[in-house]
């Protein structure tokens, strides 16, 4: 949802970041107020996924130049949990597997940090047992997964799933979800594409990351934005999306 | 009473005061004899030693112990915290010395005894006799000699054949005394079918420093399943430098798990022998150290029969300049085919300073077997790290974290629940206090 007025949540100016040495991310520039969902498309190595781990402060992606305040805060003067307790949420493309931390501690834990940071009341394990449980309907998740190792031995769409459930739990002020879609059958991509639908909210925005329109049949973008050498080269409206799928990231670029 | 003299300087020190334990039992005062006529013809290890080349005990030497004078009195209050609730059986010992008063051992069913050594000797003399310093060794190793030279009393655990101890025997050392030495010992013996769960566990109180020497025996007749817990939470400045020998019989079945939380400098000495075929052995091993603590764990398993099972992990977690050993030895002697037996080390390094020597040892003398071994050494996973800390959780608790993970796998294995739980709490205050 498209408000002008809307606050703006993340205000992206002019970033660079690298991997490894080689420069990834090249002058990007994106705004995102709240109430939007947008969607940034570009080819493999088009450094749609540096750009969310950087947003998110992975150690291994180093920002080089640029500005990003996130609620009016420098997010490069915040360590990765700090973005996170400030509502900032990176779903994962590929959700780390931690054999020995039951999913159940880790949410529990995850959240309570959540709602201290927000100054609200923790929950006591079996409290959060519930509250887990009616929140895992929302994604059709069996709650056997709770006492599970996180993301130990699940299958590509559990471990996504599992993600938006942290989303669920955390309820961010940003999401940027890096490729939720890859990896999920049809079924399960209805499934978690609902979960985000009903988690957006006047007051929150969605960033999804993906390499295809799929996606976008179910959760609607106000804006698509196209990578292409590190930098945003397109924005439109959701019709880009189907533009893309028809002709290809090739001639769109070109264009 | 005759006093004891060595002729090592040091360990001379160690037993001057102490007197020969005078039994009526010939054979008895003999294995004691023969013990310290090893005590006089052997010496303190070094570094040189092969068997101690990364375990360097010369602090040990620095310190004057003498025996343990009179045991103060305990309440059972002083020890409730270190009670393991499901052990309805316990025999407690307060610096080596049997306390009966903080002791439960009735109850049991019929051809089940747990109770001192002292007393057994004399009423299962003929149960006793066959096995009592018989499987541990004490012809090359100064420390057992030693044990066997002062073993004067200890525990007794024996379950007749076909019976079962209904709950698990905790069988507690508890130390409080500075700049004394004590010389634990256990026999334990689960005849044919038997079969016991037995939880091993050193205690320290307060910072004193003492030396613990302690010596295990454990007896796993035919068919019989014994799961022996080992804990070893003695006081920071201790020395620890135990042994235990477990022969298994004809498919008996033998868990140990083995945690080593505490000590200035610890050394185990684990041997499993494989007396008959089809046996099947768990062995695990945890080592969590931190400051300048020393944990050395040697392990052998000794494949003397065919169609021997051994699965073993030993991890070792250490933080500061602490130094943990891991020397594991499989041993398939000739003839003792489709011996199946594994070993995983695995250890976490937590600072720059902290130390580790890991030592695979295999030997195989027979040709159709299957053996494996993997040691890995490494540090906390950055993936996994980041992602605790992308759902907001702090870099030390995100740490903490996945250190109690790393360990848990070992803990989880614990056959006693309430020593789970125990154990887990001890490991995330210690993890939290070493990150």
């Known amino acids: 949802m498209i408000r002008k007025d809307a606050r703006v949540l993340l205000e992206v100016k002019g970033l660079h970041a690298k991997v490894g040495g080689t420069g990834i991310v090249k002058g990007l520039d994106l705004t995102v107020r709240a109430g939007e969902v947008h969607a940034i498309m570009g080819p493999n190595g088009s450094g749609k996924s540096t750009f969310a781990k950087a947003l998110a402060g992975h150690p291994a992606y180093q920002v080089t130049a640029g500005t990003v305040t996130f609620e009016g805060k420098n997010l490069f003067e915040m360590a990765p949990e700090q973005r996170a307790r400030a509502g900032l949420f990176l779903g994962f493309q590929y959700p780390v597997e931690i054999p020995g931390v039951s999913n159940s501690a880790f949410l529990r834990l995850a959240y309570n940090t959540m709602q201290a940071a927000r100054g609200r009341d923790e929950l006591d394990p079996l409290e959060f047992d519930d509250f887990a449980r009616e929140k895992m309907k929302l994604l059709e998740m069996d709650p056997a997964f709770l006492d599970r190792s996180v993301n130990e031995g699940f299958s590509g769409g559990e471990k996504k799933r599992n993600e938006i459930l942290q989303m669920a739990l955390l309820e961010p002020r940003l999401a940027i979800l890096d490729e939720t879609d890859s990896g999920l059958d049809i079924d399960a991509l209805r499934v978690v594409a609902n979960g985000v639908n009903r988690l957006v909210t006047p007051d929150n925005a969605v960033v999804l990351v993906t390499h295809y329109q799929r996606m976008l049949n179910y959760i609607v973008p106000d804006y698509v934005h196209v990578m292409g050498g590190g930098r945003i080269i397109r924005t439109g409206g959701k019709e880009l999306a189907l533009e893309l799928e028809t002709r290809g990231y090739d001639r769109v670029k070109a264009a | ?435």
């Open chain 2, 1 to 435: 009473m005759t006093t004891v003299v060595a002729k090592h300087p040091y360990i001379d020190s160690l037993l001057k005061g102490y007197e020969m334990p005078r039994s009526g039992i010939s054979w008895l005062n003999e294995r004691r004899a023969q013990a310290l006529e090893r005590v006089n013809a052997l010496t303190v290890p070094t570094t040189r030693d092969e068997e101690w080349r990364f375990t360097d005990i010369s602090p040990l030497t620095k310190v004057a112990f003498r025996p343990a004078a009179a045991t103060p009195r305990l309440a059972l209050a002083d020890i409730e915290g270190q009670l393991v609730p499901e052990a309805a059986t316990r025999l407690v010992f307060v610096n080596g010395v049997y306390a009966p008063d903080l002791s439960v051992s009735t109850g049991l069913p019929e051809g089940v005894i747990v109770g001192s050594l002292a007393a057994a000797i004399n009423t299962h003399a003929g149960v006793i006799q066959p096995h009592l310093a018989r499987h541990a060794s004490f012809e090359g190793e100064v420390f057992s000699a030693l044990n066997t030279t002062c073993l004067r009393d200890g525990a007794f655990i024996w379950v007749a054949r076909n019976q079962k101890c209904p709950t698990p025997v905790q069988l507690l050392f508890v130390s409080t005394q500075g700049e004394t030495a004590a010389f634990p010992r256990c026999l334990v013996i689960a005849e044919a079918g038997a079969e016991c769960t037995l939880i091993e566990d050193y205690v320290g109180f307060g910072d004193a420093v003492y030396f613990n020497n302690a010596v295990t025996e454990v007896v796993v007749g035919e068919g019989a399943r014994v799961r022996h817990v080992r804990v070893q939470r003695e006081t920071g400045g201790a020395f620890h430098i135990a042994s235990c020998a477990a022969v298994l019989a004809t498919d008996a079945r033998y868990a140990s798990h083995t945690v080593t939380l505490g000590a200035r400098i610890s050394r185990f000495n684990l041997d499993v022998l494989q007396e008959g075929e089809g046996v099947e052995v768990k062995m695990d091993g945890l080592a969590l150290i931190a400051g300048r603590q020393l944990a050395d764990t040697h392990t052998l398993m000794d494949h003397a029969r065919a169609r021997g099972r051994c699965q073993q992990l030993h991890k070792c977690i250490v933080g500061g300049a602490g130094h943990a050993v891991f020397n594991g030895k499989i041993l398939v002697r000739p003839g003792a085919q489709l011996t199946d037996s594994s070993q995983q080390g695995r250890c976490l390094l937590l600072s720059d300073k902290a130390h580790v020597d890991v030592k695979p040892q295999l030997e195989i003398f027979a040709d159709d077997v299957k053996c494996a071994h993997g040691a890995a050494i490494g540090q906390l996973d950055a993936e996994q790290l980041f992602y605790l800390k992308s759902r907001g959780l702090s870099d030390t608790r995100a740490r903490n974290l996945l250190t109690y993970a790393f360990a848990a796998e070992v803990i989880d294995r614990i056959p006693v629940p309430s020593l789970v739980e125990q154990l887990e709490r001890t490991v995330l205050a210690q993890t939290q206090a070493v990150s």
